[in-house]
């Protein structure tokens, strides 16, 4: 399983960027992206499942958008008004299995099976 993740970069606050997750070889249920801040815990930020369902962290609500183009099998997250709070490293991550109530709980590093390798973001005030 390989996921390549692109469109990290530096922007100031307000600004806006577009990563991508490229998937190869499988299909998965379930794609999620996650970050990774300097000295902190990696935290959830979306999650996206087959039947197109998302899930955001409270903290994104509203400014990053998660989806999924299913002919290129390419899961996205789009992120406005940036702030420099979103600054870290940014994973992909996917699973072949939806979690239970995942609905209705934040996003766990333990519902995935795979990892890319990161971007980073970083935002300037």
């Known amino acids: 399983a390989q996921l390549v993740e692109s469109g990290g970069g530096s922007v100031q606050a307000g600004g806006s960027l577009r990563l991508s997750c490229a998937a190869s070889?499988?299909?998965?249920?379930?794609m999620g992206w996650f970050r990774q801040a300097p000295g902190k815990s990696r935290e959830g930020v979306a999650s996206?499942?087959?039947?197109?369902?998302?899930v955001y962290a409270d903290s994104v609500q509203g400014r990053f958008t998660i989806s999924k183009d299913n002919a290129e099998n390419t899961l996205y997250l789009e992120m406005n008004n940036l702030k420099p709070e979103d600054t870290g490293m940014y994973y992909c991550?996917?699973?072949?299995?939806?979690?239970?109530?995942?609905?209705?709980?934040?996003?766990?590093?333990?519902?995935?099976?795979?990892w890319g390798q990161g971007t980073q973001v970083t935002v300037s005030s």
């Open positions: 991550a996917a699973s072949h299995n939806l979690p239970e109530w995942w609905r209705l709980r934040k996003i766990s590093i333990t519902d995935f099976d795979y």
């Open positions: 070889e499988y299909t998965y249920v379930y």
């Open positions: 996206f499942g087959d039947d197109d369902t998302t």
